[in-house]
T-cell receptor
Framework: KQEVTQIPAALSVPEGENLVLNCSFT??????LQWFRQDPGKGLTSLLL?????REQTSGRLNASLDKSSGRSTLYIAASQPGDSATYLC????????????FGPGTSLSVIP | EAGVVQSPRYKIIEKKQPVAFWCNPI?????LYWYRQNLGQGPELLIR????????DSQLPKDRFSAERLKGVDSTLKIQPAELGDSAVYLC????????????FGPGTRLLVL
């Protein structure tokens, strides 16, 4: 059974700092991995989707990497801003066509001005 | 383009009462998902539809939960009777064709059972 964990559970950094969020999964047989952002009281917004054949994806100040064999992904945020404060969740989709998407518990990020 | 629409946004009910949530996915999206999210946790899938067909309902507590997606467009999730442990945020999401694509989430319905 696939399990997804995220470390740390919470993170507080000063504005301008670069930071890394971690995601680990137990079953490497994944089709893709996604990073989402969730603001308080809101739904989830997809940030980056990495296919299992890819090593990384970039969007603006965000860079996500995937090491499928070791069951790990990182989300790198450059030059953090107060507006980046939110919960960041990773989710993996299994290889078979009907595998469900399994979410991690999220990392709550606070960027202090 | 309108996003995923959910209603109501908030609902407070007493235990043993019924409750229903409604979701309208992004136009043209064939796949619709219902998730439950408890505080401090990631969403857990309750049911996934491909058009009108429920292709994964293994996590749906079928003794009290039911869902339908008539005509393959909007969907309703019902709980009857509600229990205290059902308090959570219920999220609806949709994707274009399958569970392998980017999912777009609605704002969710926050349910409190007293």
């Amino acid at each position: 059974k696939q399990e997804v964990t995220q470390i740390p559970a919470a993170l507080s950094v000063p504005e301008g700092e670069n930071l890394v969020l971690n995601c680990s999964f137990t079953d490497s047989a994944i089709y893709n991995l996604q990073w989402f952002r969730q603001d308080p009281g809101k739904g989830l917004t997809s940030l980056l989707l990495i296919q299992s054949s890819q090593r990384e994806q970039t969007s603006g100040r965000l860079n996500a990497s995937l090491d499928k064999s070791s069951g790990r992904s990182t989300l790198y945020i450059a030059a953090s801003q107060p507006g980046d404060s939110a919960t960041y969740l990773c989710a993996v989709t299994g290889e078979t066509s009907y595998d469900k998407v399994i979410f991690g518990p999220g990392t709550s990020l606070s960027v202090i001005p | 383009e309108a996003g995923v629409v959910q209603s109501p946004r908030y609902k407070i009910i007493e235990k043993k009462q019924p409750v229903a949530f409604w979701c309208n996915p992004i136009s043209g999206h064939n796949t619709l998902y219902w998730y439950r999210q408890n505080l401090g946790q990631g969403p857990e899938l309750l049911i996934r539809y491909e058009n009108e067909e429920a292709v994964d309902d293994s996590q749906l507590p079928k003794d009290r939960f039911s869902a339908e997606r008539l005509k393959g467009v909007d969907s309703t999730l019902k709980i009857q009777p509600a229990e205290l442990g059902d308090s959570a945020v219920y999220l609806c999401a949709s994707s274009l064709f399958s569970g392998r694509e980017t999912q777009y989430f609605g704002p969710g319905t926050r349910l409190l059972v007293l």
